[in-house]
């Protein structure tokens, strides 16, 4: 499996599997955020069958699927609402980890500034350098 942490608080991966979930749990994770339509997945990998191995491994699980089409305002906000109100670190998971790490850059430009988005997503190996302006924009609308 392959977590990449963006923020004490922030998780994302590309997709996960059931056997992942020991792993999970001993990073100390509380909340599995499935960013990831089940049309893209085989039913094994499926969010159903993720989210009923998460919840055997006492984690909650919440799915808000992110497609580029989806990636709305709304959206985001619905994003940020599951990880505000988690009491403890995030995974969010789609295909690479990259949609998930948008969508928490998009909400953190609320209340961060851009370029330290785009340093702490490097970190976690996303480069999201061309969001920058998109990132500023977002802060802006929330002055």
Not at 5 to 16: E, L, N, W
Not at 34 to 61: K, T, W, Y
Not at 63 to 68: A, E, I, K, N
Request: charged letters at 15%.
């Amino acid at each position: 499996m392959d977590m990449r942490q963006i923020t004490p608080h922030f998780y994302a991966a590309p997709q996960i599997a059931p056997e992942d979930m020991a792993d999970i749990v001993a990073a100390g994770i509380k909340l599995v955020l499935c960013n990831r339509p089940d049309g893209e997945v085989p039913p094994s990998h499926q969010c159903a069958a993720i989210q009923a191995a998460a919840e055997a491994a006492g984690l909650e699980f919440a799915v808000q699927p992110l497609t580029h089409q989806t990636m709305t305002a709304e959206v985001i906000a619905t994003n940020r609402a599951l990880m505000d109100r988690c009491d403890g670190p995030v995974l969010a998971y789609c295909a690479s980890g990259t949609r998930s790490t948008i969508a928490w850059a998009l909400a953190a430009a609320q209340d961060m500034p851009a370029d330290d988005i785009i340093e702490a997503a490097r970190g976690g190996g996303y480069d999201l350098t061309h969001l920058g302006p998109t990132l500023v924009a977002v802060a802006q609308m929330k002055r």
